[in-house]
């Protein structure tokens, strides 16, 4: 079955500090994959996304995700955290028909003044 | 204003009083969508529209239905809820999935307690 997965449910750095959220896929094929955020009280927002092509990803506010074929992994990343990055992550990844989309359950980053 | 809008935000119900959430998108997207998000499981999928007229279900549909007979709403309709789908939903929105997903646009998400 295709699935992403999220190892850490709570990820925690300093403001100042390079961040990483992880994510790990089970997909067969080229697979695409997301990563969106959420603020408090607000839908999901658009950050990135790896199609094919390049193994860093550039995306909104500063991040960029690394795509790893060998370690089937897709981590998010952001040299200097801000403390306006703490929110919700989620990493989405193809679902059980290629018009579908499957989630990971989503790490809670907070960025420490 | 490209957006997906969302009606009620907020809702309280009681079992089995049939409700409607709607879903509005003002992008011309042919694909839509409904998720679920519970704590620790993500957003989950419970049905998606190629475009008018054609749905498919996703990973949890029971106990909802849906249609799509405008290319812009997709109303989300639970005809006898109960309290296992008091839950946070999102409503999303993306081009044509074609041979695959594209990035979606969710609305801002509705909050459902059924007592």
């Not at chain 1, 190892?7 to 500090?17: C, I, L, M, S």
């Amino acid at each position: 079955a295709q699935s992403v997965a999220q190892p850490e449910d709570q990820v925690n750095v300093a403001e100042g500090n390079p961040l990483t959220v992880k994510c790990t896929y089970s997909v067969s094929g080229n697979p695409y994959l997301f990563w969106y955020v959420q603020y408090p009280n607000r839908g999901l927002q658009f950050l990135l996304k790896y199609i094919t092509g390049d193994n860093l990803v550039k995306g909104s506010y500063g991040f960029e995700a690394e795509f790893n074929k060998s370690q089937t992994s897709f981590h998010l990343k952001k040299p200097s955290a801000l403390v306006s990055d703490s929110a919700l992550y989620f990493c989405a990844g193809p679902g059980g028909s290629a018009r579908q989309l499957t989630f990971g359950s989503g790490t809670q980053l907070t960025v420490l003044p | 204003e490209a957006q997906v809008t969302q009606n009620p935000r907020y809702l309280i119900t009681v079992t089995g009083k049939k409700l409607t959430v709607t879903c509005s998108q003002n992008m011309n997207h042919e694909y839509m969508s409904w998720y679920r998000q519970d704590p620790g499981l993500g957003l989950r999928q419970i049905y998606y529209s190629m475009n008018v007229e054609v749905t498919d279900k996703g990973d949890v549909p029971e106990g909802y239905k849906v249609s799509r007979k405008e290319k812009r709403n997709f109303p989300l309709i639970l005809e006898s809820p109960s309290p296992n789908q008091t839950s946070l939903y999102f409503c999303a929105s993306s081009l044509s999935a074609g041979d695959r997903v594209h990035e979606q646009f969710f609305g801002p998400g509705t909050r459902l307690t059924v007592l």
